[in-house]
């Protein structure tokens, strides 16, 4: 790829997303990769380190060894758009060609204190839940919530574990997998309480919360330089390639993306969108360093994994577009399933890194 090498990619946000782009595109650009830890997190293992797994990262220094990228562990403070810069709270200040968004979401812990926390504060929770037990109150009946109530429940069967949600719990699942969780919620002595909407961390009686809900794209450093935002989610708005439709020399991945896919639809925030568009957001822009139209994303479901607890899972079979069919893999072979889809993201983002090559040619992420 003639004089691709000069081109400079800033990468901002060092999750599943942001680091396949860096990864994808590190043979042929000049890429630096921005995020203030130092370690990758394994972001969907943060129920297990609430309930006492020792730790769920790895140094970054490790895993991008040998590849060419340049890490800088620093956050972001500004994007100029204009002038093709990135500020940075080290000091340095990053100029690009192309710059890749991946800077995820977050929890909205609806309620500061003590006795508040989310599945980012994992490690905090786990020391609160090694204290004196007592009432434990997990706010989201959708997936998230669902895997650290079991978790919890039946990693500190002390304490007295209730799931408090909107809706009905497991909403997007089939009949046989919301059954199959109620049953496990049930044997673990989870309480559930559906249809009670909670809008403060004040307003539910229980010693401590965890909240798995109110997930929110971290598009404010992006909003801040005047990037278009898609009004019904607050995600950053992209077209089929995944170019802000407003800034299209900057690729949005991940969470912070409104992407769509012909197939699937509106993508949820999820891993298993995340390694998918971040992949495509870097094959768009070496697509147009060849001189070449980006192709649409093209993209489709498969399956959702729930962990419940260390010996029991639900692998929901799904159609495209994320709806539910109804076969369903269960107990501990559905954990055991759930362990290496996992295991072998890790994995992946490994080999990918010494063979990046090899990105394009997996199914779903070419």
């Known amino acids: 790829m003639k004089n691709v090498r000069k081109q400079r990619v800033v990468v901002l946000g060092g999750g599943y997303a942001g680091t396949l782009a860096a990864l994808r595109l590190a043979p042929y650009a000049r890429v630096t990769l921005v995020d203030p830890d130092d370690r990758f997190t394994e972001r969907v293992r943060q129920h297990e380190l609430a309930a006492g797994r020792p730790d769920v990262t790895y140094p970054r220094a490790q895993l991008l060894r040998g590849t060419g990228i340049e890490q800088l562990a620093a956050r972001a403070t500004a994007l100029d758009p204009d002038a093709r810069t990135v500020h940075t709270d080290s000091g340095r200040t990053l100029g690009y060609d192309r710059l890749v968004y991946a800077l995820g979401s977050h929890t909205d812990p609806r309620g500061a204190g003590e006795r508040s926390f989310t599945a980012e504060s994992a490690a905090a929770l786990h020391k609160r839940l090694r204290d004196a037990p007592g009432a434990l109150t997990v706010v989201g009946g959708g997936l998230t919530g669902i895997e650290m109530a079991t978790e919890l429940a039946e990693a500190y069967p002390e304490w007295e574990v209730r799931l408090c949600t909107g809706g009905e719990v497991g909403g997007g699942l089939s009949a046989r997998g919301r059954a199959h969780v109620r049953g496990v919620l049930g044997r673990l002595g989870v309480a559930v309480e559906e249809g009670r909407r ?64 012909p197939r699937a639809g509106a993508l949820r925030m999820a891993c298993a969108t995340a390694l ?11 697509a147009e ?78």
């Open 198 to 261: 909670v809008g403060h961390a004040d307003e539910i009686d229980t010693d401590t919360v965890v909240w798995a809900a109110a997930l929110k794209p971290t598009a404010g450093l992006a909003q801040d330089a005047g990037l278009a935002v898609d009004p019904a989610s607050g995600r950053l708005a992209v077209d089929a390639a995944l170019r802000s439709v407003s800034h299209p020399d900057i690729h949005v991945a991940g969470d912070a993306a409104a992407a769509h896919a």
């Open 276 to 286: 998918p568009t971040g992949s495509h957001a870097a094959g768009a822009i070496l």
């Open 289 to 366: 360093l060849r001189g070449a139209e980006p192709a649409p994303l093209a993209f489709g479901y498969v399956f959702q994994c729930v962990s419940l607890g260390r010996r029991d899972g639900l692998i929901q079979s799904v159609r495209a577009d994320d709806t539910p069919r109804e076969r369903v893999l269960t107990g501990r072979p559905a954990a055991a399933f759930k362990e290496q889809v996992v295991r072998g993201t890790l994995r992946f983002l490994r080999l990918a890194a010494r063979r990046p090559e090899v990105i394009r040619l997996i199914p779903g992420l070419g």
